[in-house]
């Protein structure tokens, strides 16, 4: 018995350091004005294989720990949403989503081809440089209190839709990789698009009823009837092929009134941990020894994805009949990437070595640059 309790203790000793490790890099971050996501990605380079002080953490506790960080982050940009707000920027951001597009996912592709990629690593890569990232633009909005800016709800229209573009596409590349042939790749995508219109269908005409059912005075209560909600969710979408982060986004949106209020306010501490443990534990995966050799590649297509998604901005607030000020701020914000990039570079680990560290270095640049730019233009 006395194995067991020396591993028990090493693992809290080693969570231990991880959190205040984190929660040090969260004050740096802080008085810097930057996002804490870039220095948790430096801190996991720093302290995984090949970095300055390896350690030998539990990988699959932190991992599990990093996954829950992703459900929340889109749970809780869910909660942003009515089902009538979700139904309307769904309608006004198709045009603009077709830009984002249009503009942002061939630099990647053509970047795969460029370096020697195979079709589906290139694909992988425009799926990278084509997905904003939802959780560090949610955050930012927040720190610059832009909610009522008049481009706003553009860019969250923008941010949704790219988001359930993504309930088709990682299903997509998902059946590829597994070397699925034309009937299972359509099967699987018929699957995901049914699932996601159902769960569309369930949250904007149900939601409030749902919410009313399993509302309950008992804070307790509250708590593990969301968390567990989420989780099933997720792992329920999963199992149809279709992103565990696309399950958790629409059990926020189906989540509203009072009990979004609680949900928020009860569900925010949780998801600050297990985020930062899932930018921490990518850049645990990431050796930084191979980052030199692709981060010039990285700051091409950084810079060129920088100024497509300006492009993106001012196309899609034209429309709209908004001023190019406020285009200009949609571009900058979206420059931000983050979860979803990271989620789309792990499922391409084993196709191709370079993916990895050049996903890294792109997210890192992006996720450091894209808020301190949002700052910009006021």
Same mark, same amino acid.
């Given at each position: ?9 090493r ?7 991880v959190?205040i490790?984190?929660?040090v890099?969260g004050?740096i971050?802080s008085?810097?004005g930057i996002?804490?996501?870039s220095?948790?990605l ?5 302290f995984?294989?090949?970095g ?7 990988k699959?506790?932190?991992?599990l720990?990093?996954?829950i ?7 809780m940009?869910?909660?942003?949403y009515s089902g009538e ?7 006004r951001?198709?045009s603009a989503?077709?830009?984002?597009l249009?503009?942002?996912?061939p630099?990647?592709?053509i970047?795969?081809y460029?370096?020697?990629?195979g ?7 425009g ?9 560090i633009i ?6 610059l209190?832009r909610?009522n ?8 229209s ?5 988001d359930?573009?993504m309930?088709v596409y990682l ?8 070397g ?9 995508i ?14 904007? &005409?149900? +939601?409030? !009823?749902?919410?009313?059912?399993v509302?309950h005075?008992? /804070?307790?209560? %509250?708590?593990l009837?969301? #968390? *567990?909600?989420?989780l099933?969710?997720?792992g329920?979408a ?12 629409l059990?926020?949106i189906?989540v509203s ?5 609680q949900s ?13 443990t899932f ?12 980052l ?19 492009l993106t ?9 908004l001023s190019s &000020?406020? +285009?200009? !701020?949609?571009?900058?914000?979206l420059v931000?990437?983050? /979860?979803?990039? %990271?989620?789309?570079a792990? #499922? *391409?680990a084993g196709?191709e ?15 450091v640059v ?5 700052r910009?233009?006021r």
């Amino acid at each position: 018995m006395a194995q067991p309790v020396h591993d028990f203790a090493r693992l809290f000793i080693e969570l231990g350091l991880v959190a205040i490790g984190l929660a040090v890099l969260g004050r740096i971050a802080s008085r810097w004005g930057i996002s804490s996501i870039s220095l948790f990605l430096l801190g996991g380079l720093a302290f995984g294989n090949g970095g300055i002080a390896p350690l030998a953490l539990s990988k699959h506790f932190i991992e599990l720990g990093g996954e829950i960080g992703v459900l929340l982050l889109l749970f809780m940009l869910g909660l942003e949403y009515s089902g009538e707000q979700l139904s309307r920027n769904l309608r006004r951001g198709t045009s603009a989503v077709g830009i984002d597009l249009l503009l942002n996912f061939p630099p990647g592709l053509i970047a795969g081809y460029l370096l020697h990629f195979g079709l589906l690593a290139s694909i992988l890569l425009g799926g990278i440089t084509f997905v904003s990232s939802s959780g560090i633009i949610a955050r930012v909005l927040s720190e610059l209190n832009r909610s009522n800016y008049p481009e706003t709800p553009m860019l969250i229209s923008i941010l949704v839709l790219e988001d359930l573009v993504m309930a088709v596409y990682l299903p997509l590349v998902a059946v590829l990789i597994a070397g699925g042939g034309p009937n299972k790749i359509a099967f699987s995508i018929a699957i995901a698009c049914t699932t996601v219109l159902a769960a569309l269908f369930i949250a904007t &005409r149900y +939601g409030d !009823r749902i919410s009313r059912f399993v509302s309950h005075q008992s /804070e307790e209560v %509250i708590l593990l009837t969301v #968390l *567990g909600a989420v989780l099933l969710v997720a792992g329920v979408a999963q199992r149809l092929q279709v992103s565990a982060a696309i399950g958790a986004f629409l059990v926020g949106i189906a989540v509203s009134g009072p009990m979004a209020e609680q949900s928020h306010r009860l569900l925010s501490p949780l998801r600050d941990l297990f985020a930062a443990t899932f930018f921490f534990f990518f850049g645990l995966e990431v050796d930084p020894r191979n980052l030199p050799k692709v981060l010039p590649i990285a700051l091409a297509l950084a810079g060129a994805t920088a100024l497509t998604k300006i492009l993106t901005g001012y196309w899609s607030t034209r429309g709209a009949h908004l001023s190019s &000020r406020s +285009g200009l !701020r949609v571009g900058l914000t979206l420059v931000a990437h983050g /979860e979803f990039s %990271i989620v789309i570079a792990g #499922l *391409g680990a084993g196709l191709e070595p370079r993916l990895g560290s050049l996903s890294a270095a792109y997210v890192l640049l992006m996720a450091v640059v894209g808020p301190m730019i949002t700052r910009l233009v006021r």
